[in-house]
């Protein structure tokens, strides 16, 4: 069983329940879409260069945001500049990996704040609504996407790679 379902089964039982019970279970499914999606971010950064595997939880958007993408703008137009590809392709190219890249970045950095006080803030309860929940703004359906959103992103981030010879 991945985390991710683990955390559909706990998000499961925190709608049956109430009290501080349900709040539990609710904040454990944070948790556990947190690390589902960390754990896929993660591989992605470790596939672009071996030594990015161990950036800790915080540091991550700001790698994506500068090793990563520096790390393809630079392969790309090292290609533009040798005729490998078209100046319009290496735009192309360092316009999705920013998007991309950015996408996941802005994505860690609420997935991570909810992990935080979902696993250090007991005082934050989560607000349960009809067939939801949520903790400082951000709903379980919400943290049910986020690995999904990243591995999305990540599929581009790859493909890009692969096109400028960055992964194999």
Avoid: C
Wanted: proline content about 1%; hydrophobic content about 40%.
């Amino acid at each position: 069983m991945s985390l991710h379902e683990v955390a559909i089964y706990l998000t499961t039982k925190a709608k049956e329940g109430g009290g501080d019970l349900a709040d539990a279970y609710g904040r454990s499914a944070f948790n556990r879409y947190y690390y589902a999606t960390f754990l896929t971010v993660r591989e992605l950064l470790g596939a672009l260069d071996s030594s990015w595997q161990g950036t800790s939880h915080a540091n991550i958007p700001g790698m994506l945001e500068d090793a990563v993408i520096n790390k393809i703008k630079k392969a790309a137009k090292a290609q533009g500049k040798n005729g490998l590809i078209t100046k319009g392709r290496e735009q192309s190219l360092i316009s999705q990996a920013v998007s991309s890249a950015t996408e996941i970045a802005h994505l860690m950095r609420a997935a991570y704040s909810v992990r935080v006080v979902s696993d250090y803030e007991p005082e934050n309860k989560l607000i349960f609504k009809k067939q939801t929940f949520e903790i400082i703004g951000h709903t379980d359906s919400e943290a049910k996407n986020w690995m999904i959103r990243a591995s999305r992103e990540k599929g581009v981030l790859l493909s890009i790679s692969k096109e400028l010879g960055l992964v194999s």
